[in-house]
Nanobody
Framework: VQLQASGGGLVQAGGSLRLSCSAS????????VGWFRQAPGKEREFVAV????????YYANSVKGRFTISRDNAKSMVNLQMDSLKPEDTAVYYC????????????????WGQGTQVTVSS
């Protein structure tokens, strides 16, 4: 499946952004679509995931209560609403599709989008 992430940008601390991940290509739906982020000099880290098989979402503790992941079945998209943004949220955000394994691990994801930059100024 080909993934396309969009919606990044520059925002002040406390502001909001909405990222979108659109999917095309393979017809079989992945069991989960997740968002990861990578800041300069840091490891790629899990942010949030939507498990399509059970319709549930899970979040990293650092974003819980501020970020919301949602699906749009008709458009084959997964969105990430990011509110109350902090400077430490600054990173390149990637969406990815998993077909098995632990969705908290980047190694479970087989298809990745190109990433979109999110910059939060203080």
């Amino acid at each position: 499946v080909q993934l396309q992430a969009s919606g990044g940008g520059l925002v002040q601390a406390g502001g909001s952004l909405r990222l979108s991940c659109s999917a095309s290509g393979r017809t079989s739906r992945p069991y989960a679509v997740g968002w990861f982020r990578q800041a300069p000099g840091k490891e790629r880290e899990f942010v949030a995931v939507f498990d399509w098989t059970i319709g549930s979402s899970y979040y990293a503790n650092s974003v819980k209560g501020r970020f919301t992941i949602s699906r749009d079945n008709a458009k084959s998209m997964v969105n990430l609403q990011m509110d109350s943004l902090k400077p430490e949220d600054t990173a390149v955000y990637y969406c990815a599709a998993a077909r098995g394994g632990s969705y908290y691990s980047a190694q479970s994801y087989t298809d990745w989008g190109q990433g979109t930059q999110v910059t939060v100024s203080s």
